[in-house]
């Protein structure tokens, strides 16, 4: 990156500042300014001022009083909240009138079902004495194997309103990588689908949901949503029956760490982990990140491009908590082609869409104008964007195309099921920046030798400026939604491994960070992942980011490998789009733009051509699986293929690991 002045790509107006939720919290707890960083210090430094702000300004104080806002803060194990009782799945369908619109399902054959606050209400309820019926009682675990559709949520719903433990993924997941996860868990009731929608096709789950049940002996109830035309005789109850019988809607109150959710881990080596969150964790983070960052509360409509095996589902669908309503989809993405999801935002008047980098960079490669003919996007004010960095020339192609429409870029993690760094409606955004770190979250950047790195200049690190001040992420305070526990650990040592093996007084996200003096943040990778070339610590965002901008190239996976003589081997793996071959003048080129956009220690050893990148099926790339694989390790010892989105493409680098090594 070179040394710039970069200025702003969306700065806030007088009106907007003057509208946004977090203008109300700042007046309610008497720092009305609009000076973000003093308010951001004041959460950071009174944990207990500011989250007791969070718990009266969105009404907490109406459900539940409380001994302490936190009794005992260390971590892993801080003591939130001790003395309340809260119902996540109350607050989450609680806000509304009956017939307010809460959720619209949609998928790829452009048919929706709208369901009001009441239906999902009734639903729950229904539901919720069907399972209490079939003997699931506060603890026990409802797993979920269901599409993006509006009977997830009300899965979710009648499940922790019974104090029941919920975890789900999507059906893009073969049977045995469901088993991996539920298995762990033995559920007590099954909830599935017959099949889902992706890419112009229906796809049959019923073969998958009858091995499912095998693999689940401790299940005794399985609930069907037929769909997509395949019925589901003989798998289970059917969802009608299950809610079929009229029942109040009565969350029970528990304990405000008692387990809501287990989500898991990619598990892209070895089984997943489950990671166990809280009602009250989860509720009050997400009250504070849905409410205050996106600045969503009644009126606004949320689409987010997501699937249950990904905690953006978890998090999305706590817009119905601040009275907004969401948009369930189920399909591709980019069926029947590129605009598809503008189409959608458009159609469905969403006031904020949730996308990924790759989504955009497709609109942007195939010529997308999101605006364009009779998509008008009235209604859309605000985006986010997470999964992988955003880099710059995506963000600026973003706001060239919607200069009133601020994209916040956000990284968090499944760990806490929310965004340590994102936007916010009151600051600007800068080019492959992500605005602020988050209210409530302790972020700094630290070296090896658990001390703050200084934080650097926007752009720095060329080779005139010298290095960039990268540090790992970490979280010096706690925050509510960290989990409560992860499964099947009672001593709490794998918690302790995975956080605080590093750092013992700070939790540590694995992730390689700047902190601008303007108080925004770059990310430049996975820091398990850095490329360390000749002692210099490097981030394969910041090559991504420069090969982002080479026409003929679709994507990139850049991978520093240490080999047998000492030496170190940092090839470029790239996809190119149809019809282009990897020439010369090609391979000269991206070098040339990673010089230019980076500095001569990004360019790599060599670029190779290969069919596609692997990922997890949240998308991330699988840049430690695949070194590990090039030098010389096995498939089954680095990754587990069931959480490969491709599993085949895995071959491209253990035969080109023989080729090398004989």
């Given at each position: 990156m070179r040394s710039e002045s970069v200025e702003p790509l969306w700065t806030p107006d007088a009106d907007r500042v003057a509208r946004a939720r977090i203008t109300d919290f700042a007046a309610f707890t008497g720092r009305g300014s609009d000076d973000y960083a003093a308010l951001w210090e004041w959460s950071v430094s009174d944990l207990e001022g500011f989250w007791g702000a969070i718990w009266s300004f969105f009404g907490l104080d109406a459900v539940s009083s409380y001994d302490s806002v936190l009794a005992d803060a260390t971590m892993p194990g801080a003591q939130w909240f001790s003395g309340a009782t809260v119902n996540f799945?109350?607050?989450?369908?609680?806000p509304g009138e009956p017939d307010d619109v809460a959720v619209i399902a949609t998928d790829e054959s452009g048919a929706s079902t709208t369901w009001t606050r009441q239906r999902l209400r009734d639903e729950a309820g229904s539901l919720a004495a069907t399972l209490a019926k079939a003997g699931v009682a506060r603890g026990?675990?409802?797993?979920?194997?269901?599409?993006?559709?509006?009977?997830?949520?009300?899965?979710?719903?009648?499940?922790?309103?019974?104090?029941?433990?919920?975890?789900?993924?999507g059906q893009d997941y073969v049977a045995?990588?469901?088993?991996?996860?539920?298995?762990?868990?033995?559920?007590?009731?099954?909830?599935?689908?017959?099949?889902?929608?992706?890419?112009?096709?229906?796809?049959?789950?019923?073969?998958?949901?009858?091995?499912?049940?095998?693999?689940?002996?401790?299940?005794?109830?399985?609930?069907?949503?037929?769909?997509?035309?395949f019925d589901g005789d003989g798998l289970g109850m059917s969802w009608a029956d299950a809610v079929a019988e009229p029942a109040a809607f009565a969350p029970v109150r528990v304990p405000f760490d008692h387990?809501?959710?287990?989500?898991?881990?990619?598990?892209?080596?070895?089984?997943?982990?489950?990671?166990?969150?809280?009602?009250?964790?989860?509720?009050?983070?997400?009250?504070?990140?849905?409410?205050?960052?996106?600045?969503l509360g009644p009126g606004d409509r949320l689409f987010w491009y997501t699937s249950p095996?990904?905690?953006?589902?978890?998090?999305?669908?706590?817009?119905?908590?601040?009275?907004?309503?969401?948009?369930?989809?189920?399909?591709?993405?980019?069926?029947?082609?590129?605009?598809?999801?503008?189409?959608?935002?458009?159609?469905?008047?969403?006031?904020?869409?949730?996308?990924?980098?790759?989504?955009?960079?497709?609109?942007?490669?195939?010529?997308?104008?999101?605006?364009?003919?009779?998509?008008?996007?009235a209604s859309l004010r605000s985006m986010g964007s997470t999964g992988s960095p955003l880099s710059p020339d995506v963000h600026r192609w973003q706001a060239a195309q919607l200069p009133d429409v601020p994209l916040w870029s956000l990284s968090g993690g499944t760990d806490v099921c929310s965004a340590f760094i994102a936007g916010v409606p009151t600051v600007p955004t800068w080019p492959g920046e992500l605005s602020v770190r988050c209210l409530g979250a302790a972020i700094e950047a630290w070296g090896p030798d658990g001390k703050p790195v200084p934080d650097g200049q926007p752009g720095a690190g060329s080779e005139a400026s010298g290095p960039i001040q990268y540090g790992e992420l970490v979280l010096t305070k706690p925050l509510p939604s960290m989990p409560v526990q992860l499964w099947h650990d009672p001593d709490g040592q794998r918690y302790r491994n995975?956080?605080?093996?590093?750092?013992?007084?700070?939790?540590?996200?694995?992730?390689?960070?700047?902190?601008?003096?303007?108080?925004?943040?770059?990310?430049?990778?996975?820091?398990?992942?850095?490329?360390?070339?000749?002692?210099?610590?490097?981030?394969?965002?910041?090559?991504?980011?420069?090969?982002?901008?080479?026409?003929?190239?679709?994507?990139?996976?850049?991978?520093?490998?240490?080999?047998?003589?000492?030496?170190?081997?940092?090839?470029?793996?790239?996809?190119?789009?149809?019809?282009?071959?990897?020439?010369?003048?090609?391979?000269?080129?991206?070098?040339?733009?990673?010089?230019e956009r980076a500095s001569a220690r990004h360019v790599p050893d060599e670029v190779i051509a290969i069919p596609g990148v692997p990922h997890t099926r949240t998308g991330k790339k699988l840049e430690v699986p695949v070194k590990r694989l090039l030098q010389g390790a096995d498939v089954g010892d680095v990754v587990n293929p069931a959480s490969v989105d491709n599993p085949d493409l895995l071959a491209v680098f253990a035969e080109l690991a023989i080729r090398r090594t004989g």
């Amino acid at each position: 990156m070179r040394s710039e002045s970069v200025e702003p790509l969306w700065t806030p107006d007088a009106d907007r500042v003057a509208r946004a939720r977090i203008t109300d919290f700042a007046a309610f707890t008497g720092r009305g300014s609009d000076d973000y960083a003093a308010l951001w210090e004041w959460s950071v430094s009174d944990l207990e001022g500011f989250w007791g702000a969070i718990w009266s300004f969105f009404g907490l104080d109406a459900v539940s009083s409380y001994d302490s806002v936190l009794a005992d803060a260390t971590m892993p194990g801080a003591q939130w909240f001790s003395g309340a009782t809260v119902n996540f799945a109350e607050f989450l369908l609680q806000p509304g009138e009956p017939d307010d619109v809460a959720v619209i399902a949609t998928d790829e054959s452009g048919a929706s079902t709208t369901w009001t606050r009441q239906r999902l209400r009734d639903e729950a309820g229904s539901l919720a004495a069907t399972l209490a019926k079939a003997g699931v009682a506060r603890g026990d675990v409802v797993a979920g194997y269901l599409p993006h559709i509006a009977e997830t949520i009300v899965a979710l719903a009648a499940t922790a309103s019974l104090g029941a433990i919920w975890s789900g993924v999507g059906q893009d997941y073969v049977a045995d990588a469901a088993i991996d996860r539920f298995g762990q868990l033995e559920p007590k009731v099954l909830i599935t689908a017959t099949g889902y929608h992706f890419n112009g096709r229906t796809h049959d789950r019923r073969d998958d949901v009858s091995r499912l049940r095998a693999g689940l002996p401790s299940v005794t109830t399985t609930i069907v949503v037929p769909r997509t035309g395949f019925d589901g005789d003989g798998l289970g109850m059917s969802w009608a029956d299950a809610v079929a019988e009229p029942a109040a809607f009565a969350p029970v109150r528990v304990p405000f760490d008692h387990p809501l959710w287990v989500l898991f881990s990619s598990g892209t080596t070895g089984i997943p982990k489950g990671l166990v969150h809280g009602h009250g964790g989860i509720l009050v983070e997400l009250l504070k990140q849905l409410g205050l960052h996106w600045d969503l509360g009644p009126g606004d409509r949320l689409f987010w491009y997501t699937s249950p095996s990904w905690m953006m589902w978890n998090a999305q669908i706590a817009a119905l908590a601040v009275g907004a309503s969401v948009i369930c989809y189920d399909g591709s993405p980019s069926f029947p082609d590129p605009a598809a999801m503008w189409d959608l935002v458009d159609r469905h008047a969403a006031t904020f869409f949730g996308t990924s980098p790759g989504y955009l960079l497709a609109s942007q490669t195939a010529g997308v104008v999101p605006i364009s003919g009779t998509r008008t996007l009235a209604s859309l004010r605000s985006m986010g964007s997470t999964g992988s960095p955003l880099s710059p020339d995506v963000h600026r192609w973003q706001a060239a195309q919607l200069p009133d429409v601020p994209l916040w870029s956000l990284s968090g993690g499944t760990d806490v099921c929310s965004a340590f760094i994102a936007g916010v409606p009151t600051v600007p955004t800068w080019p492959g920046e992500l605005s602020v770190r988050c209210l409530g979250a302790a972020i700094e950047a630290w070296g090896p030798d658990g001390k703050p790195v200084p934080d650097g200049q926007p752009g720095a690190g060329s080779e005139a400026s010298g290095p960039i001040q990268y540090g790992e992420l970490v979280l010096t305070k706690p925050l509510p939604s960290m989990p409560v526990q992860l499964w099947h650990d009672p001593d709490g040592q794998r918690y302790r491994n995975a956080y605080f093996e590093m750092f013992p007084t700070a939790w540590r996200q694995g992730d390689w960070i700047t902190l601008t003096e303007r108080g925004s943040v770059v990310i430049h990778g996975r820091s398990d992942s850095t490329l360390n070339r000749h002692g210099i610590r490097m981030g394969s965002a910041d090559i991504y980011a420069a090969v982002d901008t080479v026409d003929g190239v679709a994507e990139s996976l850049v991978i520093g490998a240490e080999q047998p003589d000492g030496s170190y081997w940092m090839p470029l793996f790239v996809v190119l789009e149809h019809g282009r071959e990897l020439d010369q003048q090609l391979i000269d080129q991206i070098k040339s733009r990673i010089r230019e956009r980076a500095s001569a220690r990004h360019v790599p050893d060599e670029v190779i051509a290969i069919p596609g990148v692997p990922h997890t099926r949240t998308g991330k790339k699988l840049e430690v699986p695949v070194k590990r694989l090039l030098q010389g390790a096995d498939v089954g010892d680095v990754v587990n293929p069931a959480s490969v989105d491709n599993p085949d493409l895995l071959a491209v680098f253990a035969e080109l690991a023989i080729r090398r090594t004989g």
